[in-house]
């Protein structure tokens, strides 16, 4: 709340639903600064699960996409908005998605277009323009194995292992253990992922994700051509 923004007489609005604060944190450090450049601001709007008898909500817990389609529509009935984005995990998502229970495609990035564009056809609107983050965030933070291994204490070795068996860090995969996330929870036990994320992210830069990440780059790409 209170976030100020550098609005400008051609800017344009971006609005973001987004699954957590890593994420939120993420686009307000990391992706506004450069979307700026371009015209644009993005801002994000968590996913909110959960309310507690003090009025404070929280993200967390279990998503179905009933939920997911009406936040979106929220967003999608602001009419100065250039376009409504989200950045949800593949990881763990709910099979209610729509094309989540069989995507089609044999790369990462060939399922996610195809969920997201099982969403943008079902909500049916021409300002939605879905991003769905393969196979989570934390995929992001492997495309530079030197500033991750630094910041978490370790060898580039103990992230190369990992990276070195993936075409892209979007291919890691989406299993209980062996996720983004789940690596690094492995490598670093209590991982202070909120913090980190956008830390790490920030440190490695744009351009580097955008080379070693295809489809957060198709993504980003989209939001500046806007």
Excluded at 33 to 42: D, M, R, S, V, Y
Excluded at 52 to 75: E, H, P
Excluded at 131 to 136: L, Q
Aim: charged letters at 20%; glycine letters at 6%; a negative charge.
């Amino acid at each position: 709340m209170g976030e100020k923004y550098n609005w400008g007489p051609t800017m344009k609005k971006v609005l973001l639903l987004v699954e957590g604060q890593t994420e939120e944190n993420f686009i307000k450090k990391v992706l506004n600064p450069h979307l700026e450049t371009k015209q644009i601001i993005a801002i994000p709007t968590l996913i909110f699960t959960s309310q507690l008898s003090t009025g404070q909500r929280y993200k967390g817990g279990y998503v179905r996409y009933a939920k997911i389609k009406k936040d979106i529509q929220n967003l999608l009935g602001d009419t100065s908005v250039a376009c409504v984005s989200t950045m949800i995990d593949f990881y763990a998502m709910d099979s209610n998605f729509p094309g989540r229970a069989n995507p089609q495609g044999q790369t990462a990035q060939e399922k996610a277009v195809f969920v997201e564009q099982e969403i943008a056809n079902d909500i049916n609107h021409p300002n939605l323009k879905p991003y769905i983050s393969m196979h989570e965030f934390e995929a992001l933070l492997f495309s530079e194995s030197n500033i991750l291994s630094e910041k978490l204490g370790v060898t580039p070795s103990k992230i190369t292992n990992i990276t070195d068996r993936y075409s892209s860090p979007e291919e890691i995969n989406d299993s209980s253990t062996t996720s983004p996330s789940h690596r690094i929870e492995a490598i670093y036990p209590g991982y202070p992922k909120i913090l980190f994320g956008y830390e790490i992210s920030a440190e490695i830069g744009l351009p580097a994700i955008r080379s070693k990440c295809p489809h957060f780059d198709s993504w980003l790409t989209t939001l500046e051509n806007l």
